[in-house]
């Protein structure tokens, strides 16, 4: 059975750091692109950035570049999403997502002072 | 950045079949598909179909995915109450070096 479960989300001040994980199991993690994608309350789905499966090529939307760092340990199944300067824009459930083999059940970050 | 296409909502009755649509480009759908993705409400995405049109292992044969040039569609046959929910479409493209979604479609039973 595929499963993906984020953790570290929470609240956090405007200009802060989280640092967000997905620890995979039940398909080839090493052989997968893998992404994190978030979806704001009462919002719809927005892609925030991906990595190839050895970590080679990464990509980010153009609001967190900069801010975020996407990366992974192939020898533990895990991903991780290094967020700083954190906005009020970017309150929002993140999910670990694999566009073949399925989606995690999301951590709710919120930006509040 | 610049999203894909779909209708806002879609009503059917029980047993009929819906088609749901998502439009693009040639830099994203035309050049390898849609994948897609359905959300009850307070539940988080459970994907239905990758890009290649292949269902996760659990989804049931009811779902179906095609393609057409630019367009996706997701065929729902024979429509249960458990349908009812928010619909997304996702493409890679090519020239944003980015993944985009629709803004999903609400489909009532």
């Not at chain 1, 970017?90 to 995690?104: P, Q, R």
Request: charged content about 15%.
């Amino acid at each position: 059975e595929v499963q993906l479960v984020e953790s570290g989300g929470g609240l956090v001040q405007p200009g802060g750091s989280l640092r967000l994980s997905c620890a995979a199991s039940g398909f080839s993690f090493s052989t997968s692109w893998m992404n994190w994608v978030r979806q704001a309350p009462g919002k719809g789905l927005e892609w925030v950035a991906n990595i190839k499966e050895d970590g080679s090529e990464i990509y980010y939307v153009d609001s967190v570049k900069g801010r975020f760092t996407i990366s992974r340990d192939n020898a533990k199944n895990s991903l991780s999403l290094q967020m700083d300067s954190l906005r009020a824009e970017d309150t929002a459930v993140y999910y670990c997502a694999n566009w073949n083999y399925g989606w995690g059940q999301g951590t709710l970050v919120t930006v509040s002072s | 950045q610049a999203g894909l296409t779909q209708p806002p909502s879609v009503s059917k009755g029980l047993g009929q079949t819906a088609t749901l649509t998502c439009t693009g480009d040639s830099n994203n759908i035309g050049l390898r598909g849609a994948a897609w993705l359905q959300q009850h409400q307070g539940h988080p995405p459970k994907l239905l179909s990758s890009r290649n049109n292949n269902r996760p292992s659990g989804i049931s044969e009811r779902f179906s995915a095609s393609r057409s040039r630019n367009t996706a569609s997701l065929t729902i046959t024979g429509l249960q109450p458990e349908d009812e929910a928010d619909y997304y479409c996702s493409a890679w493209d090519t020239r944003l070096s980015a993944w985009v979604f629709g803004g999903g479609t609400k489909l009532t039973v």
